[in-house]
């Protein structure tokens, strides 16, 4: 079979991630990351595709009109009021 040689970067964690996987399962990275993009493919294959109605358009594009404007809270600041900052005294 012939191959191509490909080049990716991937986030330090998931880096650490596949490292882990492979070592336990005894594999190297490219058989590792092969076996991954197979079950992707094959999930892809299967997985029907959602094509949102106009009302769910108009939607979510109020939703990023609202984030470019910086109307928003992060899940940290969400989750801190909440439970009420750590910071408070």
């Known amino acids: ?36 993009l197979r079950v992707y493919f094959g999930a892809a294959r299967t997985l029907p595709v959602y094509t949102p109605t106009a009302r769910e358009l108009r939607a979510i594009e109020q939703g990023r009109a609202t984030l470019r404007r910086g109307e928003y809270y992060t899940l940290d600041e969400f989750r801190d009021w909440l439970l009420g900052s750590p910071n408070e005294t």
């Open 1 to 36: 079979m012939a191959r191509a040689t490909m080049t990716i970067s991937l986030p330090r964690e998931m880096a650490r991630k596949v490292d882990e996987i492979r070592k336990r399962e005894q594999r190297t990275r490219s058989e590792l990351i092969r076996e991954a």
